[in-house]
Structures are given as C-alpha cells and as structure tokens.
C-alpha cells in the first residue's frame, strides 16, 4: 500500500514555470513506475509523463514534450514534474499516479495509486 500525496501547483502566466511535487508513503516510489496525468474540465483524464522504476527511462505526451520534465528525487520517496514554458491548454487538475509495472505506462487504467490532484491554471 502506498499514498502518495501532491504539492505544488497554482497559478502561473503563459510563459511560466511550476514544479509539481508527488510524495509516497509506505513505500518509496522506486518501487513503481510513476506517471502525471491530467484532466481539464468536461476532458478525459490525459497522459502527460511517466517514469520508469528504475528511473532510466521516461515517456512524455507529444504535447508536453520539451517543455516538462519527470524526475525522482533522493531518498527516492519523491517524483516531480517541471512545467516549463506553460501554456493556457496547460490548465487542469493534475495527478500523480504509481503502477505495479517496471516501464513507463501512459494509460490511467494501469495505475493504481493515485495522488489527490493539484490545480494548474496558466493565464494569457
């Protein structure tokens, strides 16, 4: 059993940056491959990064590619997300979310620890 809660988040310019944070409890995320979804209003939950267990490989949506950045912190009880060079159709609730398989997983029914959710709003 894992709970991984998130931190980070708000609201930023388009242009902007923002580091999303996801801690687990119980035990460390290197026990799971770990992923960032995100769901904007009347949308569906999205793929937006995802992280090997081991941290050596990593998968990013093709409209995130570039501008975000998935990573483990040490201890490795911590995974991130830096969003770089934001945009409006950024914004939405995002969520951390671990999974039982070793290699990054883009489809939210594979996951099956789910962080709370953080609001992202990037303004024009």
């Known amino acids: 059993q894992v709970q991984l809660v998130q931190s980070g988040g708000g609201l930023v310019q388009a242009g902007g940056s923002l580091r999303l944070s996801c801690a687990a409890s119980?035990?460390?995320?290197?026990?799971?491959?770990m992923g960032w979804f995100r769901q904007a209003p009347g949308n569906e939950r999205e793929f937006v990064a995802a992280?090997?267990?081991?941290?050596?490989?990593?998968s990013y949506a093709d409209s995130v590619k570039g501008r975000f950045t998935i990573s483990r912190g040490s201890p490795a009880n911590t995974v991130y997300l830096q969003m770089n060079s934001l945009k409006p159709e950024d914004t939405a609730v995002y969520y951390c979310a671990a999974t039982i398989w070793g290699t990054p997983r883009t489809s939210p029914t594979e996951y099956i620890y789910w962080g709370q959710g953080t609001q992202v709003t990037v303004s024009s």
């Open positions: 992280l090997s267990r081991n941290g050596g490989t990593t």
């Open positions: 119980g035990r460390t995320v290197s026990t799971y491959a």
